[in-house]
């Protein structure tokens, strides 16, 4: 009884990761323990059921997680007889697009698997789906057009990412298409610590058009530069060289990477889906925006979200979503860099009004950022550390500020154990000030006793502090020391003090 025991709490903790980023991995894992308390009958398959549910969901909507599985493992073994659609209207209906389409459509039951199964276990994701597609695929079709590429294939941003700009990969693809650093780099799109240009739509949308373009001219055909897109032209190029020289995708389709097999098809599901939605009954939602509602404006000076938020009144969440680019929410200005702004049009004379008030608040939030003391500035000299009780390698690593792998250096260490008393040898690049220390301030600390305010999904300091009279972001970041929008989350205590 213990050992089921433990195993249900370890698989709470699973279930907790999920919405703290949990990997593919973790989430396969999560899985088999699941079908290892059915088996001692702990879970009942209805419970069971409601859990994979909740999984899933967590996958496809937290904007936390990763990136989203969009097409369906062991699509072989699930049962779709009850999607009513039948192989001669799915047929007809195959054949009328691909007579608008360079793409190769022609039914085949392992399509006809994959759109049921679309319809079966990913209904529920497509209302959201379409409302970002609203917003996404006007802007994709620009681009499209501009490079000659058929106008279809924007619904491979919605294979690779389902339309999530932040979406990461397990091996660190990121954004709408799915850009590995190096192939980003390749295609002109620049990483740094504030920007991802992976993430931003626009240009990552050029840079896959640049790239399908290529893959184009290697293959001439549409249907293997998609496939070439997700594994590569090499392995293209061998499953060619393996079927005996077919160039049909369904004919080299034996010959390729497990994950293109299904690539192509979910392109094909997609498209189709989109394509006779009406008919399927899939409506989308309200979107958030249309893409010709905004506009962009350049930045003169380093803001936050949180700070335009404040002074223009947009909301966060809408600032936040057209400019997904920006990794930290933050806008830096670097001369030479011209960085801008994606705001509602509604909202550009406002911006425009009280932008220097916008640049004001700026200064003075940096102006009230602690500021390193000068016998602090300077820490190049070796220290002696002695472990203490309950000290250990990555404690002390991150009291210096300083990696593990650089104190087992420094110390000749062949393991990660300590002993009580031990001497270390450290070249700190922080010093952690003794909790004895009083910060200095001239401010006078607020009176009474704070509310507890504990932050929900959507919050941002800007929503929070309108829920509150008279309470400003800068009132609510020195009451807790935040300076960061990103250091709140979810369950973060806030204090805040009623004038």
Known sequence: MMMKKTILLWFLCVSCAIVAQTSKDSL????????????????????????DSLVLDARFNSPL??????????????DVSSIALTADVLKERLA??????PFHIAYNPALEKVIKSYLKYRRKYYPNLMAKAAYYF???????DQYD???EMKYLAIVESALNPKARSRVGATGLWQFMYQTGKQYKLKVSSYVDERQDPIKSTIAACEYLSNLYTIFGDWDLALAAYNSGPG????????????????????FLPRETAGYVPAFYATMYLFTYAKEHNLVSNAPKIHHFETDTIHIKRTVSFDQIAEKTGIDSEIISFLNPSYKLDIIPFIENRNYTITIPKVSTVGFLKVEKELYSL??????????????????????????????????????????VSQIKKWNGL?????????????????IRIPKSSKKITSKKAPKGSPIIYVVKKGDSLWTIAKKFKSVSINQIKEWNNIWSAKSIKPGTKLKIFKS
């Open 414 to 430: 062949r393991s990660n154990r300590l002993r009580i008393g031990q001497r270390l040898s450290i070249y700190p690049k922080r």
């Open 149 to 151: 590429i058929p106008l």
């Open 28 to 51: 396969l894992v999560a899985k088999d323990s699941i079908k290892e308390l059915v088996e001692e009958d702990l879970f009942s398959d209805l419970d069971v059921a409601l859990i």
């Open 96 to 101: 009328l697009i691909d007579a608008t389409t």
């Open 138 to 144: 006007p802007m994709f079709e620009k681009y499209l």
């Open 65 to 78: 997680y990763d990136t989203v599985q969009y097409f369906i493992k062991d699509i072989d073994k699930k």
């Open 362 to 403: 700026a200064d003075e939030d940096d102006a009230k950022r602690e500021k390193p003391l000068p016998r602090y500035f300077e820490m190049d000299k070796r220290i002696r550390y002695r472990v203490r009780n309950g000290d250990y390698l990555g404690k002390i690593a991150n009291r210096f500020g300083v990696r």
């Open 235 to 254: 392995n293209v190029s061998k499953a060619i060289r393996r079927s005996g020289g077919y160039k049909n995708y369904w004919n080299i389709r034996p």
